[in-house]
């Protein structure tokens, strides 16, 4: 049994290694979603607010057991959207790409980015 739950802001946190080498793009992005009607029917609107991405080694980014190989099994994507709390999101939806990167140290503590 599934419920679906509306989750309206969250954190995406995206990892994509290249094929051919042990590097990997490390993608932020916050994210708004909101509900309306149209033509009697409910809607969900997604909104990218801010995103940034950076390019590091495999090894460098020292990831949890489990991300590895999540990693692995995926071809190589990775990805968590994780809910984050109104303050925060109202804190960081018009930050610098900088700003977005200490929210995700604050999220994940243990990575090295």
């Known amino acids: 049994m599934f419920i679906d739950v509306f989750v309206p802001y969250s954190f995406v946190l ?7 080498t042990e590097m990997a793009t490390v993608s932020l992005t916050l994210i708004e979603r909101t509900f309306g009607k149209k033509n009697g029917r409910w809607t969900q609107t997604t909104t990218s607010l801010v995103s940034t991405g950076k390019a590091f080694s495999i090894d460098e980014l020292d990831l949890p057991q489990s991300w590895q190989l ?12 994780q809910p984050i709390r109104r303050d925060w999101f109202d804190e960081y939806k018009y930050a610098s790409p900088e700003r977005l990167w200490e929210l995700c140290k604050k999220l994940y503590p243990a990575l090295s980015l």
């Open 14 to 20: 995206r990892i994509r290694q290249q094929h051919s």
């Open 70 to 81: 999540e990693l692995a099994s995926n071809e190589g994507r990775f990805e968590i959207d």
